[in-house]
């Protein structure tokens, strides 16, 4: 049974997300079938070793998943841009907007959301729910990005 989430979201919000997103991809961009372990903390998030007690294991493990992985991960973000840039002209302060989403369209949202947050934690060094500094505005956006990936997950969970 294929249904809509239906999400309103504000224009600054949006505005805010698809910089957040076009800068994902650009991460992403960076990186592709290394048989070694991403340098970068946040992408190595990403793609997590599967085989960490075997260097070897990881490693052709690695190089038969990980440029799947991230593509998938660059076209989830692409769909969620593509929503974005529907919501046409706007008072970036007030205006809101909806965003329809499909069964898929809602999976890459979830997936992309969940990604973000990732990064995010690997640059502030989130490693569990102690690791916050409320004068800290990044923060701010952690939280923002789990709010926004929890009220889909509701959406989805309805019936």
Do not use: C, N
Not at 1 to 15: F, G
Request: no cysteine; glycine share 6%.
């Amino acid at each position: 049974m294929s249904r809509t989430v239906v999400m309103e979201i504000t224009y600054m919000e949006s505005a805010h997300l698809a910089g957040l997103v076009r800068q994902f991809r650009d991460l992403l961009s960076g990186f592709g079938q290394d048989a070694a372990a991403p340098a970068d903390p946040a992408v190595a998030r990403l793609v997590p070793d599967a085989y960490p007690g075997d260097r070897d294991a990881g490693r052709q493990f690695r190089g038969l998943t990980e440029s799947d992985l991230l593509a998938r991960r660059d076209h989830d973000a692409q769909v969620v841009l593509a929503a974005l840039a529907e919501r046409g002209p706007g008072d970036a302060d007030t205006d809101m907007f909806v965003v329809d989403l499909s069964d898929e369209q809602t999976e890459a949202w979830l997936r992309t959301l969940a990604a973000l947050r990732l990064v995010l934690a690997s640059r502030l060094g989130i490693h569990s729910e102690s690791d916050h500094d409320d004068d800290d505005p990044r923060f701010g956006i952690y939280e923002w990005l789990g709010y926004r990936l929890e009220m889909l997950v509701q959406a989805t969970d309805e019936d």
